[in-house]
């Protein structure tokens, strides 16, 4: 999920000059296909979880998040099963414009991307529209789509119209970067393990870690993260689980209400365990205040999940790319996509 349509670069302070959007110089490209689905095929991926649980594995608080209270049910069974009506029933087929705006943005980010991470750069890109702003409007994807609403794709399309071209890639390419991370993220699974637990540190804990029924009710499922059993370690047998939850005692929260928390995990014999005070609920802080994962990341906005910290580093490989590839090695955005950058060329080759 992206947070906003221009999150990487909000806070991004480069006062960045493009001064090439063309291909690699001296290597022929071939841009992957780029397609839309229909209506009907739109509203089938979107209810499928045949790759990936999502609906079924929502709590209430997140729902009501998700749909802005608009799904209803008696029962837990029945309120799962509005929220996945409500989402595949804003299903909705692209107009002709709408399909040549987003393949000429996709196009572009392929080519940029070719010449260094062929194998990210090659992935077909697929799109599905939202009528409606579910999810607060935050782009996501489910299976191997991305997922855009209405709002979004007529500003996309706004821009392009307005011909300035090489403002449009720096204010949308990182976004289209960001989810397309996310498709690359549900097939590649292996291989970004190799990321996430080498060169970050992360721990994925396959057999799940044993929660508090608060935390459980608060949690933010995100499509492109849905298997949240990643810890880091931060002392001996001390460990901090990020996470995106609903805080808020409303009854309906909105999306931007979700918070990044940062988990206390011990080790105990049984497994992993969540710390949690004399009335049963976690003893975390803010992700955003835990200096020493801060530290790590000083860049990336959505710190909640691995997959979301990659996508968000990949946006921010590919607007220095573009748009500063000479950058001092000292600047604070170069140092903090080194990492990830240096292991993408190798991995992603
Ligand atoms: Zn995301």
Request: some cysteine.
């Amino acid at each position: 999920m992206a947070h906003t349509r221009t999150s990487s670069i909000a806070f991004f302070t480069l006062i960045a000059v493009i001064t090439s959007v063309s291909a690699a110089a001296g290597k022929p490209v071939k841009p992957p296909a780029v397609t839309f689905l229909d209506q009907k095929a739109a509203a089938k991926v979107l209810a499928d979880e045949s790759v990936e649980p999502f609906f079924s594995v929502m709590q209430p608080k997140e729902i009501a998040a998700l749909t802005a209270g608009k799904a209803k049910g008696k029962n837990l069974t029945e309120l799962r099963k509005s929220c996945r009506d409500i989402f595949s029933g804003a299903a909705a087929s692209f107009t002709n414009k709408e399909k040549a705006a987003l393949t000429w943005l996709a196009r572009q980010v392929s080519t940029q991307f070719m010449k260094d991470y062929p194998k990210f750069a090659s992935l077909p890109w697929s799109f599905i529209k939202l009528s409606k702003p579910l999810a607060g409007g935050f782009p996501h994807t489910r299976n191997k789509q991305i997922v855009f609403t209405q709002a979004l794709i007529t500003n996309i399309v706004r821009s392009k119209d307005s011909g300035n071209e090489k403002r449009l890639i720096r204010a949308l390419g990182p976004l289209f970067v960001h989810e397309q991370m996310h498709v690359f993220q549900r097939y590649n699974p292996k291989l970004m393990a190799d990321l996430y637990t080498k060169v970050w540190k992360f721990q994925h804990i396959k057999g799940g870690i044993q929660s508090p029924q608060w935390l459980i009710d608060r949690n933010a499922s995100n499509p492109d993260g849905i298997d949240i059993n990643w810890i880091i370690p931060v002392g001996k047998d001390k460990y901090l689980w990020p996470r995106a939850i609903f805080e808020r005692e409303a009854e309906v929260n909105a999306m931007r209400d979700m918070t990044m928390i940062g988990v206390n995990v011990i080790k105990t014999k049984k497994g992993f365990a969540v710390v949690t005070d004399k009335n049963k609920k976690p003893v975390y802080k803010s992700l955003h205040r835990v200096n020493a994962y801060k530290e790590m990341f000083p860049t990336v906005r959505s710190l909640y999940h691995p997959n979301e910290i990659a996508a968000d580093l990949m946006a921010q490989i590919y607007l220095i790319d573009v748009t500063t590839p000479n950058l001092s090695q000292n600047n604070r955005f170069a140092k903090a996509i080194a990492p990830m950058k240096t292991w993408c060329l190798k991995n992603f080759k």
